[in-house]
């Protein structure tokens, strides 16, 4: 239960899933697992990874700065990169190396931003998933191309029309879920204001969840999951996880200056399976825990 995890003195409605497996569940089914634990009262949801440190009153900026979004349109989404803390000499920082406290942290340095994802400029020599830049936040908030599933704020009614797949194991969640939003007419904001910091993993292979356990590959899972997303971002696929229709996909396409259509029919997923061995999302992985044992 809950209680086994030491939030018995949090005064709060806490529900807590536990999944044991030997392989990863991927990111949108432990996602989509996470956002049916709600008791379905609430008016506002928020998917963020767990190793989040929030800044001191951040749930009242967020819902000050989502209100004063939606005077500008009607269906916004909060999502961006934060900036990054990491674990040295047993101490939390931030970049800076200025010690925080994770339970009361509050910003102390200006010059630390939230970043929009926006397509890259060289998204033809990109891999996958990997097809995004971030733009630093400068002005109060600003419009991105692609949310992120580090941090993904709105009404709860995002995500029961847009919400997580299942089936999209580790690389493409990113992208379909923002395109299911965005044919679905909601507009995605990065916000300036730093309500959070994000683990540096590269930087704290200790706390990287890429190291907590061994993983079992699993092929078939994986190819399945990556000539889903080609499907998704190619229109082969449309309904509730797809656009809803091909016109509303061809326009979501036509905001980029490189065609997504054109770089999923082209660089994700090859039909034979002797090809698509070479996307499997746990060789990286290994890759990093070879690294780290050396």
């Known amino acids: ?48 990874d767990a190793h989040l440190i929030f800044r001191h009153g951040w749930d009242t900026t967020l819902i000050e700065k989502y209100r004063q979004l939606k005077t500008i349109c009607d269906k916004p989404v909060i999502s961006m990169q934060g900036p990054l803390w990491t674990y040295r000499n047993e101490k939390i920082q931030d970049l800076y190396g200025t010690e925080i406290d994770p339970y009361l942290f509050v910003d102390k340095h200006e010059d630390v931003w939230n970043a929009g994802l926006v397509q890259s400029k060289d998204i033809l020599n990109r891999f996958g998933d990997d097809i995004k830049d971030g733009v630093l936040c400068l002005d109060e908030y600003m419009e991105a191309d692609i949310l992120t599933g580090q941090f993904v704020f709105s009404e709860v009614q995002f995500f029961e029309e847009v919400g997580n797949d299942p089936l999209v194991t580790v690389f493409g969640d990113e992208t379909t879920m ?9 507009r995605i904001f990065a916000i300036r204001d730093v309500v959070f910091l994000h683990l540096d993993k590269a930087s704290s292979p200790e706390l990287n969840w890429k190291f907590s356990y061994s993983l079992e590959s699993n092929p078939a899972r994986d190819e399945h999951g990556l000539k889903r997303v080609k499907d998704i971002m190619t229109g082969k696929l449309l309904g509730y996880y797809g656009a809803p229709d091909e016109e509303s996909l061809r326009e979501f396409d036509s905001t980029f200056e490189y065609s997504m259509i054109k770089y999923f029919s082209e660089n994700v997923y090859q039909s034979a399976p002797e090809e698509a061995s070479g996307f499997d999302p746990y060789s990286q992985i290994s890759g990093l825990i070879s690294r780290s044992k050396t």
């Open 1 to 48: 239960g809950w209680r086994d995890y030491g939030l018995d003195e949090i005064d709060a409605e806490i529900r807590v899933l536990q999944s044991v497996g030997k392989t990863h569940l991927g990111f949108g089914l432990s996602r989509l697992t996470s956002s049916i634990l709600r008791n379905y009262t609430e008016n506002f949801y928020l998917q963020a």
């Open 178 to 186: 923002s395109m299911r939003a965005r044919t679905r007419r909601y």
